[in-house]
């Protein structure tokens, strides 16, 4: 295949992907602008590797564990925990302040707001393999076995990083009155 | 809600991390089976459960963003995969030569060509050296060997060339007594 060819027949997977790369992005860093560039980076990596890509897993799974991968390293460049900007007054997203049930009274927004934002705590200080099944997952919907793939893991062993996501998620909301 | 601390009872041990499995629809049979039949007489995994189900999805919606963020995050990735593009094929371009196949190919050329070049310059030095041999008259290439015999036929010449000027003398000074 040409070149042009390539490039164009890559766009096509760039339009499926684009929106679940950077979604994964921000659930890793909760940063706009860092989700954007790690996203778009993700993308550039499978342009120039996709030679490298072997055929008998699926694109996705293969795209999915670049994402990761590079989010995972932008998190240790960093050197901080993610989600700890939750804690600012101006970090919340336009995406989690829309998501306030309009129907629900003040008290019980303000309650599933202090949820979600423990939660973001929470799932910030959890180990990055925990973080990575749990988000794949929940977030992403992947099967356990997919999860295995991109992790390049065992499925029991996911099966113990998410069980162990989930208990650490739900004990941060043990001491919610 | 989860804000009620007597809801936040712990599972089964047994069960927990099937119960999260089971949440999220990756229990298999004969555990989902399992799991199932123990719900029916376990209120503290089914407030395990319940849990789940309330506090898991406030952590999944998705970041809505406009359709104008996507056309722009489209078209900025498609400059930057033209750049790359771009980037190599001016790489290629240049080093379109050095495919593996190519480094010993061009190896083998060049000593072919070394070669060659060592053994036809060999050749046209011996035979610009023959030629000047050639050039000389065999006759005088005989007698190279033989320069002693020239040397004394020379001094010869002379000796003669001296007697013949003696005879002169000899001969004018008789002439000059008549």
């Known amino acids: ?177 | 809600m989860l804000q009620h601390k007597d809801s936040h009872r712990s599972a089964c041990k047994s069960f927990e991390e099937d119960l999260v499995l089971y949440y999220y629809g990756d229990c298999r049979e004969p555990e989902s089976h399992r799991v199932e039949e123990h719900l029916k007489g376990c209120a503290s995994c089914r407030h395990f459960l319940e849990e789940l189900q309330t506090f898991l999805p406030l952590t999944a919606k998705p970041k809505e963003l406009p359709q104008a963020f996507w056309n722009s995050y489209y078209e900025e990735l498609r400059e930057k995969l033209a750049a790359i593009d771009a980037r190599e094929s001016w790489w290629k371009r240049s080093f379109a030569f050095f495919h593996p196949w190519a480094v010993p190919a061009l190896g083998t050329a060049l000593v072919l060509i070394l070669a060659l070049s060592l053994t036809l310059a060999k050749g046209m030095w011996h035979f610009k050296g023959h030629r000047a041999q050639e050039e000389v008259p065999s006759e005088l290439r005989a007698a190279a060997g033989n320069i002693d015999f020239f040397e004394s036929m020379d001094l010869l010449d002379s000796i003669d060339f001296l007697e013949a000027l003696e005879d002169k003398s000899s001969a004018n000074s008789e002439f000059q007594k008549l």
């Open chain 1, 1 to 177: 295949m040409c070149q042009r060819g390539e490039r164009q027949a890559f766009e096509v997977l760039v339009r499926r992907y684009m929106k679940r790369a950077y979604q994964i992005a921000f659930d890793f860093t909760r940063d706009g602008e860092e989700a954007k560039d790690l996203s778009q980076e993700a993308f550039l990596r499978a342009y120039s590797q996709i030679r490298h890509f072997d055929q008998r897993s699926t694109f996705y799974t293969w795209f999915y564990r670049i994402v990761v991968n590079l989010c995972i390293d932008h998190l240790r460049r960093r050197a901080r925990i993610p989600w700890e900007r939750l804690d600012g007054k101006n970090q919340q997203s336009a995406g989690e302040e829309a998501m306030g049930d309009t129907s629900s009274t003040p008290d019980q927004e303000a309650i599933a707001g202090e949820v979600k934002r423990r939660l973001g705590t929470a799932l910030g200080t959890l180990p990055g393999k925990q973080r990575t099944a749990f988000l794949l997952r929940n977030h992403h919907g992947l099967s356990i076995t997919e999860i295995a793939k991109v992790m390049q893991t065992t499925e029991g062993t996911v099966r113990v990083h998410l069980h162990r996501a989930v208990a650490a998620l739900r004990q941060s909301l043990a001491e919610l009155v």
